[in-house]
């Protein structure tokens, strides 16, 4: 297989780094090339085998930039891995998820372990969280369904956070939950089944929608508070914490069962 004539560089936000290792797949996929990606160190392991990428530490010809940091367009609008394909020349579809590959072989989750894995804060904790009553009511509800709640990542309780330990578990496990996350991106990458709560970010624009169901909040905010982050957060006095909290337990309970 031809080599990509570039390097394509993202190193920080690890989630990101997820979220454009899915472009850079489809980039070498689409036109059977093998593209060198400089990420950060610590994932390279998630990309060993990967028939369309191929790690390296050399300096990236093309620097995927962030949506805040792109002016040349306006990308909010575009799905979060959209932001990064156009960057690379193309739109993808963004159920289009990287492939994971670990020592040559292609990781998808096999459900073998009754095992809810629960992520409660992102690595943006003020903004990108589920609330600490929602993870136990959650947590009570999965343990009286006979299944063992594991944490990982940042959280309110004892939790795993290393990524190799965390891709293990997630390998065999039977759900996800979470908002928008590293783990999210990860999850969905070795195709678990997954609950995502969207804090202030709309679902069309986050989630990866095959094998996820979303818990969205009902604040109108949501729409573009990303975009108009100063605006909104400064008007809604919010920079503490994200308000568009407001989860119906009902709603989570009528929307987990399914999954259990």
């Not at 093998?34 to 990428?53: A, C, E, H, Q, R």
């Not at 990458?189 to 995502?196: N, T």
Request: aromatic share 12%; with cysteine.
């Amino acid at each position: 297989m031809d080599c990509f004539s570039q390097t394509v560089e993202l190193t920080s936000g690890l989630g990101d780094c997820i979220v454009a290792g899915a472009a850079i797949q489809a980039l070498g996929r689409n036109n059977n090339l093998s593209v060198n990606f400089k990420t950060n160190p610590i994932l390279d392991f998630l990309f060993n085998g990967n028939p369309n990428i191929k790690t390296t530490d050399k300096e990236g010809n093309i620097r995927l930039k962030w949506v805040s940091q792109y002016k040349d367009k306006n990308l909010y609008p575009l799905h979060t891995m959209q932001r990064f394909s156009y960057q690379l020349g193309f739109f993808i579809d963004p159920t289009d998820v990287l492939d994971v590959y670990i020592n040559k072989k292609k990781i998808i989750n096999n459900p073998s372990n009754k095992t809810i894995l629960i992520n409660p804060l992102s690595a943006e904790y003020n903004r990108r969280y589920i609330p600490s009553n929602i993870i136990d009511n959650i947590e009570k509800l999965c343990i009286e369904k006979g299944y063992e709640v594991v944490y990982i990542g940042d959280s309110y309780k004892e939790s795993t956070k290393d990524i190799k330990t965390c891709t293990a578990l997630l390998e065999n496990c039977k759900l996800f939950i979470g908002p928008v996350s590293f783990y999210y991106h990860l999850a969905s990458a070795l195709r678990v089944k997954s609950i995502l709560f969207t804090n202030y970010m709309p679902e069309h624009k986050f989630s990866h929608f095959f094998n996820t169901t979303s818990i969205n909040p009902t604040l109108k905010c949501v729409n573009l508070c990303e975009e108009r982050e100063k605006e909104y957060r400064t008007e809604n006095n919010c920079w503490d914490k994200c308000k568009a909290i407001d989860y119906n337990l009902a709603e989570i309970k009528e929307k987990l069962l399914p999954c259990l």
